[in-house]
Structure formats: C-alpha cells, structure tokens
T-cell receptor, first 113, second 113 residues
C-alpha cells in the first residue's frame, strides 16, 4: 500500500531560525512529489513539485530535496518568519495504476517571535 | 490564476439534515476531488470525478454522495448528516490527477450538532 510519512508531527522554532521537515514515502512507481503549505483555516497551496530527475528545487526561502533511491524528501526553511507558521503537507503521485496522490498527515510548524 | 471556490466557509447543520457542499473551478479542469481533513489524520479522499457525470469512490465514501452535472461544478452531498461528519471539507481540481498540481478551495468547516 502506498504510504507517505512525515516527521516531525509538530515543530516550534524561533523567528529567524532554520528548520527541516522530513517526508518518507513508499509510493511506487514514483511520478512526482509535492510540498504544500496550508495556513490555518485555508486550503493547501503548492510550494514545489519534484520529479524523479530533480534533486533540489528552491522557492524563495523554501528548498526541497529529493532522494529517489532512499525515497526521502526534505523541506528546508531558511530564516523563518512568523508567516511560515502553517501545516506543511507532502504529497506523492504514482505513475502506474491509481492516479490519486497519496497525502502525508503534515507537519505543523509554529514560528515564535 | 486557477480559482476554486466553495459555497460556504462555515456551516452548522443538525443531525439528520441533508447537506449540500458545492465547489466551482474556473480553469476547465477535468478532475475534481472532495477531501475531508481532521486533526491528526490529514486529508482523506471522499470522492473524485474525472469527467462530467463520472465519479469514483475514494478512501472514505460512506455517508456521502457526489454530483457532477457540469464540468466546473462538483457537489458533495451528505444525505443524513451525523455528528461524526463534523470536519473541514476541501475541494480540489486538477488538469491531470497524477502528474499535475491539485488546486484547493478555501475549505468549508462543517459542524453537525
């Protein structure tokens, strides 16, 4: 069964600090991996999408990495801001059979001033 | 920009009532999805549709039905609302369900009393 596991479940950091969120998946065959940011009370919004051949992709202060061999991805946030407080969801899509993406349960990030 | 709208941000209904949640997208996307999101459980797929009048069950379809009479509109129906259906409901659309980004609406917070 396809699964996406995220860690940590929650994280509290001080404004200005860096942090890294982890995503491990067992989805196969792999098509792509996306990171979404979901602000409280809002729908998720895509941050990055990574395909098999991509190792690193940046979107401003967000940098996602992908290791397709170990089936791991990380989302690194640099110089955190209060507006980074949100839930970050890892979503993996398969290229075979089911076209429904598999969602992780998310990491809740709180940035304190 | 893709826009996905949902008919209500907040809804309060009584047990046994019939509830309609409507979702409209303006990008001519083929595929539309309904999820519910609960703390600690992440997003769970209720139903999806890959074409007008077509629908497929997701992971948790029990107690729900859907309708897609027009390409841009996808409705979620709770035939007889129950308290365990209190949740955040998110609608999404995509051009390609497997490879492309899902665009989410703002969500409907449904409370069944």
């Amino acid at each position: 069964k396809n699964q996406v596991e995220q860690s940590p479940q929650s994280l509290i950091i001080l404004e200005g600090k860096n942090c890294t969120l982890q995503c491990n998946y067992t989805v196969s065959p792999f098509s792509n991996l996306r990171w979404y940011k979901q602000d409280t009370g809002r729908g998720p919004v895509s941050l990055t999408i990574m395909t098999f051949s991509e190792n690193t992709k940046s979107n401003g202060r967000y940098t996602a990495t992908l290791d397709a061999d170990t089936k791991q991805s990380s989302l690194h946030i640099t110089a955190s801001q209060l507006s980074d407080s949100a839930s970050y969801i890892c979503v993996v899509s398969s290229s075979g059979g089911s076209y429904i993406p598999t969602f992780g349960r998310g990491t809740s990030l709180i940035v304190h001033p | 920009d893709v826009k996905v709208t949902q008919s209500s941000r907040y809804l309060v209904k009584r047990t046994g009532e019939k509830v309609f949640l409507e979702c409209v997208q303006d990008m001519d996307h083929e595929n539309m999805f309904w999820y519910r999101q609960d703390p600690g459980l992440g997003l769970r797929l209720i139903y999806f549709s890959y074409d007008v009048k077509m629908k497929e069950k997701g992971d948790i379809p029990e107690g729900y039905s859907v309708s897609r009479e027009k390409k841009e509109r996808f409705s979620l129906i709770l035939e007889s609302a129950s308290t365990n259906q209190t949740s955040m409901y998110l609608c999404a659309s995509s051009y390609d369900p497997g490879s492309y980004e899902q665009y989410f609406g703002p969500g409907t917070r449904l409370t069944v009393t």
